[in-house]
């Protein structure tokens, strides 16, 4: 049987970063209050010593933090640029949509260019928009990104490995509320995690919920109530929504012959819109004959406020999951 070690999100990360600080020299990171902060983000402060100038501070410009990152990229470093969180990148929106993310198809460009743009995000403690937007779909329309969204402490560890690895852009979002939870059995023995590939978190036969990120145990919940009333749902975890992993959705519909799609981001232009309509494209006699329209659950249309009591009504929660659920052919 294979060792284990007893990690939770946020220390999975850290481990992710120092194994491949280890491995490779040419991997870096520097951003926002990483050093100063003292690993409140997944670095445990023995990197720190550990890898000395490899791992910086950098003052608080995001536009600076990611050029850099950039041009560190194109020069042969490894680098991870921490952006705090995900709404911070839209501070450096022209930078990361236009030149990191178009520069191959506007210059015709060839060579590597491994850059990982780390932050978080997630809704919570009432800190307002720039803190806790989930922006993934703004990315998704860039012709350049790939973007990863772990929703467990193992996932989030092999995915990171993964994301340094690659010779392309990463955007890499953590979800914040996961960041000091409970402990899992992480393999102490290397492992990394494929993009493109989703994940069946639970089986089921009756519907298909397919999700990202934090959504993730708000299905599982659900699931487990549902399953109390004779409901049995599949959970698929899409970990990265490019590239995305369509087959798999099919594959699970097509068994159970429905189709919930559910996050985090404001519904309006939001993700579940381009899987749905990904799904529709690459199957469209299965859609035609499902037992009931596909449906989406997600935030609702507005700003984020600066409000804790606020915050849990803006988002989709597991009893939003029970009950559209059951608006779907089960009578």
């Not at 100038?53 to 921490?82: N, S, Y």
């Not at 919570?124 to 012709?143: D, I």
């Not at 804790?308 to 999951?321: H, K, R, T």
């Amino acid at each position: 049987m294979a060792e284990t070690q007893m990690l939770n999100y946020v220390s999975a990360i850290g481990a992710a970063i120092n194994e491949e600080m280890r491995r490779d020299e040419r991997v870096a990171m520097w951003g926002e209050d990483l050093v100063s902060m003292q690993g409140a983000y997944g670095e445990n402060p023995g990197m720190f010593k550990e890898f000395g100038d490899r791992i910086k501070d950098t003052p608080i410009v995001e536009q600076a933090i990611l050029g850099t990152g950039m041009g560190a990229a194109l020069a042969g470093i490894r680098p991870i640029v921490w952006l705090m969180t995900a709404g911070f990148l839209t501070i450096a929106f022209e930078g990361l949509f236009m030149e990191v993310g178009g520069l191959r198809q506007e210059y015709g460009y060839a060579g590597p260019m491994p850059l990982v743009v780390y932050c978080r995000s997630g809704i919570g403690g009432g800190f307002g928009a720039h803190h806790c937007a989930s922006t993934e779909s703004l990315f998704m329309h860039s012709p350049g990104l790939k973007i990863v969204m772990p929703s467990t402490a193992y996932d989030a560890k092999g995915l990171m490995k993964t994301a340094i690895r690659d010779d392309e852009p990463v955007i890499y979002v953590g979800y914040g509320a996961l960041y000091f939870g409970a402990k899992e059995p992480i393999p102490t023995e290397e492992y990394l995690i494929p993009f493109g590939k989703a994940d069946i978190k639970r089986e089921g036969k009756d519907i298909t919920i397919v999700c990202y990120s934090g959504m993730v145990r708000k299905a599982l919940a659900a699931a487990e109530e549902l399953n109390k009333e004779g409901i049995s749902v599949e959970v698929v975890d899409l970990r990265t929504l490019v590239p995305m992993d369509v087959a798999a959705i099919v594959k699970s519909v097509e068994k159970t012959g429905r189709l919930l799609i559910a996050h985090e981001a404001m519904k309006r232009a939001g993700a579940a819109g381009e899987i749905a309509f990904r799904v529709t494209e690459a199957a469209p006699d299965l859609v035609k004959s499902l037992k009931t329209p596909i449906k989406r659950l997600a935030a609702q249309n507005l700003a984020i406020p600066r409000s804790i009591s606020l915050d849990a009504q803006l988002l989709p929660q597991v009893e939003d999951v029970i009950a559209i659920v059951k608006t779907m052919g089960f009578d």
